[in-house]
């Protein structure tokens, strides 16, 4: 069983930058030998995929924040972070770390959730 925590999410203005982190717990949990994901759902949509890594580091982008958002993870902090550049208002939605088995993009590939941190951009 595992335990994951995010934090950094707030209100900022387009252009801006921020980092949320998800930090992991359990007893039994081996962090280092799980896919590691952000997602996100604004009020009415969806949830969506926004990055993967992967035990090795390799990562999957989805694709309106690719270029703009890099994920990355530290074993021995058991520590998922996605760095977020050029924040738009678009981009406005809760964010949530997921853990799972698989390298996946979809939200079903994870067993393991967050229970989310809100990142609000003005415009």
């Known amino acids: 069983q595992a335990e994951l925590v995010e934090s950094g999410g707030g209100l900022v203005q387009a252009g801006d930058s921020l980092t949320l982190s998800c930090v992991a717990s359990?007893?039994?949990?081996?962090?280092?030998?799980?896919?590691l994901a952000w997602f996100r759902q604004a009020p009415g949509k969806e949830r969506e995929f926004i990055a993967v890594?992967?035990?090795?580091?390799?990562?999957i982008y989805g694709a309106s924040v690719r270029g703009r958002f890099t994920i990355s993870r530290d074993n021995d902090k058991k520590t998922v972070y996605i760095q977020m550049n050029n924040l738009k208002p678009e981009d406005t939605a809760d964010y949530y770390c997921?853990?799972?088995?698989?390298?996946?993009?979809?939200?079903?590939?994870?067993?393991?959730w967050g229970q989310g941190t809100q990142v609000t951009v003005s415009s």
């Open positions: 359990g007893r039994a949990f081996t962090f280092e030998y799980y896919a």
């Open positions: 997921a853990a799972g088995r698989i390298f996946g993009v979809q939200a079903w590939d994870y067993e393991y």
């Open positions: 890594v992967w035990t090795d580091g390799d990562t």
